[in-house]
């Protein structure tokens, strides 16, 4: 038999053949990682479970979509990789920015912490179902629009969400209650005055 290392202090066969298994599943979870596609990959062998016991449906924006989730799955990768609803943003994918924001049942939520598995059965509002069936914006997005609010407009998505939970609650906040809704949106290119008077203006406050 081989042992761990030889005389000399050389690895052995066997340890190398162990050594390099190991190294390349560690190079595999790494950069699947930074995909996200090696976390799903991974519940998926552990899991055990079948398609069919993945198949949910969910209500999107007032529509019924059927989809394949695994158990570990968040909503802002089931909205963005498997619907393709990519307004939603990733941002620091653990629930401190704001950029992945939606509403379930009309409450604000971080999608990116939220398991998908966990909103079956709610009504889930993404900024893609924010526009009227014709296609005209919210008050909302046309009064950032007047506002200057976006700037690289990353941040944008979440703000939006944020604000009309707050006006479909509050209709005509005050200031200080429009900074303590949006608190939760971080903005990386500083334009939070702007989106204040955003909201202002959506609540017909501001001219």
């Known amino acids: 038999m081989y042992s761990n290392t030889t005389k000399n202090g050389a690895m052995s066969v066997n340890s190398k053949l162990t050594r390099r298994r190991f190294i390349k599943g560690v190079i ?7 995909t996200g596609t090696g976390m799903y990959l991974a519940a998926n062998a552990q899991s055990g479970q079948s398609a069919a016991e993945r198949l949910v449906t ?18 802002a990768y089931t909205l963005r990789y498997k619907l393709d609803m990519t307004g939603t943003k990733i941002g620091c994918n653990r629930g401190e920015c704001g950029a992945c924001t939606v509403l379930i049942e009309g409450v604000p939520n971080y999608s990116c912490s939220v398991l998908t598995h966990n909103v079956k059965g709610k009504a889930v509002i993404s900024i893609e179902g924010v526009k009227a069936a014709d296609g005209t914006l919210h008050a909302v997005q046309q009064a950032f629009i007047a506002e200057n609010s976006p700037q690289c407009g990353f941040c944008t998505p979440g703000q939006v969400m944020s604000a009309v939970a707050l006006l479909n609650n509050n209709p005509r906040p005050t200031r200080s ?12 290119c500083g334009a939070y005055e702007h989106y204040i008077n955003g909201v202002m203006r959506a609540s017909g406050q501001l001219a």
């Open 28 to 34: 595999f979870s790494g950069a699947a990682a930074t």
């Open 58 to 75: 969910l209500n999107i924006n007032g529509r019924n979509r059927p989809v394949d989730v695994l158990p570990s799955e968040t909503l």
């Open 177 to 188: 209650e429009a900074i303590d809704a949006m608190s939760g949106n971080l903005c990386r």
